[in-house]
């Protein structure tokens, strides 16, 4: 489960998605907000799953449920827009999600949405390269990489993989296959 926010802006971060990602925001954004319902006891349908994820986490610190139900929305607006047909809402759960006393603002901050682009590029490089201002490349080039729980930690355990093609990266040597482990 992952919710990519490469920016503050909900409609920004839909809009840098490649669309594999952008398709499945909308699933992961939904089974983010039923496990926040499940957690606050809202929502007893016997599910465990997720309860404990540390996206799940970050979200129901708030809860920031209004900033999910806004990236849902923004997800699925992108969605149609580049043409594919939604068939997932909120419409079943909008009912509960009245019931939960959210909070204002978001857990993104800043420096998360900066994490978020680095693990982006590094999942698809050939695509994020491209969607990347110079300026957004070269922080990431420049900045090491901040360990945020359930985005990143991952990276930690390579980083000298990490570095290497950074450094390749940084002499305009794209290797597409990135470097994110991929499960077998």
Not at 94 to 109: M, S
Request: aromatic share 12%.
């Amino acid at each position: 489960m992952q919710v990519f926010r490469p920016y503050v802006d909900h409609g920004r971060s839909a809009a840098f998605l490649d669309d594999r990602r952008l398709g499945r925001q909308r699933v992961e954004l939904k089974q983010v907000l039923l496990a926040i319902l499940r957690r606050r006891g809202i929502l007893r349908d016997g599910r465990r799953g997720w309860l404990n994820h540390p996206i799940v986490l970050m979200y129901d610190a708030g809860p920031y449920v209004d900033d999910l139900v806004r990236y849902f929305y923004a997800a699925v607006d992108e969605w149609t827009r580049r043409g594919f047909r939604n068939n997932i809402s909120l419409d079943d759960v909008e009912p509960l999600l009245k019931q939960l006393a959210g909070a204002p603002g978001t857990p993104v901050t800043e420096d998360l949405a900066r994490e978020y682009r680095r693990v982006l590029l590094l999942k698809e490089p050939c695509f994020y390269y491209r969607r990347l201002t110079a300026e957004e490349l070269a922080e990431l080039l420049s900045t090491p990489p901040r360990p945020y729980n359930g985005v990143n930690l991952w990276l930690f355990g390579m980083l000298e993989i990490y570095e290497a093609f950074m450094k390749r990266l940084a002499a305009g040597e794209v290797d597409c296959a990135g470097i994110f482990p991929r499960r077998r």
